[in-house]
């Protein structure tokens, strides 16, 4: 069974920055996409950035210049590296490899 857990999420006042990471706890399973997603309240959940397992990178408009996603050669860990945070980047932050999702973890952008 393969579990996504994330972490590094919390509270950063507007401007500042955090990390986000992913780990997924597998054996042979092989990772080929990694997706970094958000939820705010009261909206649908929206892809924030993903990598392929060749360096392919896609970022949404919304934080494209700012955050920057990165994976370890076996895709099993990920990266989420958040810059100049914004209050509208308020949400839960989901890990998604392969289809498996984490548990989701809550950034909050207040000063």
């Known amino acids: 069974q393969v579990q996504i857990v994330e972490s590094g999420g919390g509270l950063v006042q507007p401007g500042g920055s955090l990390r986000l990471s992913c780990k997924a706890s597998?054996?042979?399973?092989?990772?080929?996409?990694v997706g970094w997603f958000r939820q705010a309240p009261g909206a649908e959940r929206e892809l924030v950035a993903r990598?392929?397992?060749?360096?392919?990178?896609k970022y949404a408009d919304s934080v494209r210049g700012r955050f920057t996603i990165s994976g370890d050669q076996t895709m099993k860990t990920s990266y989420l590296d958040m810059n100049d945070l914004k209050s509208e980047d308020t949400a839960v932050y989901y890990c998604?490899?392969?289809?498996?999702w984490g548990q989701g973890i809550q950034v909050t952008v207040s000063s």
């Open positions: 990598i392929s397992n060749t360096g392919d990178t």
């Open positions: 998604n490899m392969q289809g498996y």
């Open positions: 597998t054996g042979a399973f092989k990772i080929f996409v």
